[in-house]
């Protein structure tokens, strides 16, 4: 499974959604890769929908299909309606468990 972090420069989400992923991911697992995006040319061609951005084998599980690319903040809401900078720890997990059954 390949895993990409997609952020602005110096996003402090970005920290917190590496910190989350880490939690929920196997031992054995690769690290996120890290990709710092500064316009939005790169937004595009990466795509990024806010900072941070997390790609499952390229695809943003928390995005919807018609969610323009963005190089601004991105705020994640939980199954209780509270915003936060990243997705939580359960978002995380139920997306890579969504990404392995799907075969990604």
Avoid: W
Wanted: with cysteine.
């Amino acid at each position: 499974m390949d895993l990409v972090v997609l952020a602005v420069p110096d996003c402090p989400n970005a920290a917190v959604l590496l910190e989350r992923l880490e939690q929920v991911l196997p031992d054995d697992a690769a690290p996120a890769e890290v990709c710092v995006i500064t316009n939005e040319e790169e937004a595009d061609r990466c795509g990024m929908h806010g900072s941070p951005t997390l790609l499952i084998d390229g695809t943003d599980p928390f995005a919807a299909p018609d969610t323009a690319v963005s190089v601004s903040c991105r705020i994640y809401r939980d199954a209780g309606g509270h915003a936060s900078g990243a997705p939580g720890v359960e978002q995380l997990a139920d997306a890579l468990k969504r990404a392995r059954r799907a075969g990604r």
